[in-house]
């Protein structure tokens, strides 16, 4: 286990910010408050010693001038907060060795010692006790006995004032780098819309430099990859037209050919290459954008009409479950991606089986399932790009175009559904579209 692990940032790139400024502000926050009550407490002292100083003079000359009798009526009104008089030799002990003790000695020598000699320890089992004897003019022994406050006392509103001095510190972390976010944000929304039909929001070309200049980047690529793809599907429609020419004059000759099984073959393999470039134009189509306008359809009734159809030409094709209600969807992709499914699943299995459910948060499972051979764990991803074919063979038969699933990808990608194969317990494969945006 790493640092960077043991440390457990979170993943999003505004969390991390927020939490190095809000701890970093926290921390400097935490400093000064430290370095202001430090200072605080320095300048009471200082002060308090010049108080002590002065207060214990007065008070030592004014016992030291009252009658005995009458000195002990006097020693509670002479009391302070932090020292009060005894009349007594007091408790003997150590010299202070604590650094207030030695101040509040000294400064007591500085006010008094001159004309009362005095001696001062710390008592024993409270280092920071002191005790400071000394004898008055009578003789008498005099003893103040000091015993230090543990701190300034804090105003009640002060822990609320640095409470809410941290709210703010959070808040305004949280403002700024929502601020210094949010194109990105912008940025990654305009990416995942990015479909096939490459019409995603332009980004504001406005704002800070970084940020205009990454706008103004990312809708470039976006115009010129939109470009790419229409020459391409330019490219691919015009191979599409000028091939269809050759290819009707190859059929007519062959139809007058003496020799029937050559032409035969002949005709097979000009129909193989009509279906390939006809796929390999609507291919194009799928990746240039769905033209296609959704709309309210009943589903239950398109699917029922595509097992009607492939019942009529004498396929295996059975429907079980329902949706149950109109959704909004483009109804020729979604019949184009279940068709192929099927197609496959006839190809491989010789029967397929569409089973429709609706869920209760609104999705919509189409899966297609056939018993046929299935498909290797490590090629259910790759058999949807284009061209790619399991088998090594050139088959058309078996192997087809290669372009089936990956047109159904493709449509599925335009309507914001997930299309994907799973291999069924027992043999055969499943591939369930799920429509996300029904209504």
């Known amino acids: 286990m790493n640092a960077r692990s043991l440390l457990r940032w979170?993943?999003?790139?505004?969390?991390?910010?927020?939490?190095?400024?809000?701890?970093?502000?926290?921390?400097?926050?935490?400093?000064?408050?430290?370095?202001?009550?430090?200072?605080?407490?320095?300048?009471?002292?200082?002060?308090?010693?010049?108080?002590?100083?002065?207060?214990?003079?007065?008070?030592?000359?004014?016992?030291?001038?009252?009658?005995?009798?009458?000195?002990?009526?006097?020693?509670?009104?002479?009391?302070?907060?932090?020292?009060?008089?005894?009349?007594g030799p007091g408790i003997g002990g150590a010299p202070p060795d604590a650094e207030l003790s030695e101040r509040v000695a000294r400064?007591?020598?500085?006010?008094?010692?001159?004309?009362?000699?005095?001696?001062?320890?710390?008592?024993?089992?409270?280092?920071?006790?002191?005790?400071?004897?000394?004898?008055?003019?009578?003789?008498?022994?005099?003893?103040?006995?000091?015993?230090?406050?543990?701190?300034?006392?804090?105003?009640?509103?002060?822990?609320?004032?640095?409470?809410?001095?941290?709210?703010?510190?959070?808040?305004?972390?949280?403002?700024?780098v929502r601020l210094a976010t949010l194109p990105l944000k912008q940025l990654a929304r305009a990416a995942d819309t990015l479909g096939p039909d490459l019409k995603a929001d332009r980004l504001p070309e406005d704002g800070p430099d970084e940020v205009a200049?990454?706008?103004?980047?990312?809708?470039?690529?976006?115009?010129?990859?939109?470009?790419?793809?229409?020459?391409?599907?330019?490219?691919?429609?015009?191979?599409?037209?000028?091939?269809?020419?050759?290819i009707t004059r190859m059929r007519l000759r062959v139809d007058v050919m003496d020799d029937s099984a050559q032409g035969a073959k002949l005709q097979q393999d000009l129909r193989e290459m009509e279906t390939l470039v006809k796929e390999g134009v609507t291919y194009a189509r799928t990746l240039h954008g769905a033209s296609e306008v959704p709309c309210r359809i009943d589903p239950d009734a398109l699917f029922d009409s595509l097992v009607c159809d492939y019942l009529d030409a004498g396929s295996k094709v059975a429907l079980q479950g329902q949706v149950g209600r109109p959704l909004v969807t483009r109804p020729q992709a979604l019949r184009r991606i279940v068709g192929n499914l099927v197609d496959n699943a006839l190809k491989f299995a010789g029967a397929a089986e569409i089973s429709v459910e609706a869920r209760a948060d609104g999705q919509v499972v189409i899966a297609v399932l056939d018993?046929?051979?299935?498909?290797?764990?490590?090629?259910?991803?790759?058999?949807?790009?284009?061209?790619?074919?399991?088998?090594?063979?050139?088959?058309?038969?078996?192997?087809?175009?290669?372009?089936?699933?990956?047109?159904?990808?493709?449509?599925?990608?335009?309507?914001?559904?997930?299309?994907?194969?799973?291999?069924?317990?027992?043999?055969?494969?499943?591939?369930r579209l799920v429509l996300k945006k029904v209504s």
Not at 64 to 75: F, I, Q, T, V
Not at 138 to 159: E, V
Not at 217 to 236: C, G
Request: hydrophobic share 45%; with cysteine; net charge neutral.
């Open 213 to 246: 200049r990454a706008a103004r980047a990312f809708n470039a690529m976006q115009d010129r990859v939109a470009m790419y793809m229409t020459e391409r599907m330019q490219i691919l429609a015009a191979i599409s037209h000028d091939l269809q020419t050759p």
């Open 107 to 176: 400064s007591i020598a500085e006010g008094i010692g001159k004309r009362y000699p005095l001696t001062a320890n710390a008592v024993p089992g409270d280092p920071e006790r002191l005790q400071v004897h000394l004898n008055l003019s009578d003789g008498a022994p005099l003893t103040i006995d000091y015993r230090p406050m543990p701190g300034a006392p804090l105003s009640r509103w002060l822990p609320l004032v640095l409470a809410l001095q941290l709210a703010v510190v959070g808040a305004c972390c949280w403002l700024a």
């Open 371 to 431: 018993r046929g051979p299935g498909i290797p764990a490590e090629a259910l991803d790759a058999v949807f790009e284009p061209f790619y074919r399991l088998e090594g063979s050139r088959n058309r038969h078996t192997g087809g175009t290669g372009l089936g699933l990956a047109i159904a990808r493709q449509l599925a990608l335009a309507m914001d559904s997930i299309l994907t194969l799973q291999n069924r317990a027992g043999g055969g494969l499943e591939a």
């Open 10 to 87: 979170p993943r999003s790139l505004f969390a991390r910010l927020a939490l190095i400024l809000f701890v970093g502000l926290a921390i400097a926050q935490t400093l000064s408050s430290w370095l202001t009550m430090t200072e605080r407490d320095q300048t009471m002292t200082n002060v308090m010693m010049g108080y002590i100083e002065r207060e214990v003079a007065s008070s030592v000359a004014l016992l030291d001038h009252l009658p005995p009798a009458e000195r002990a009526e006097w020693l509670p009104r002479l009391a302070r907060r932090t020292y009060t008089f005894e009349l």
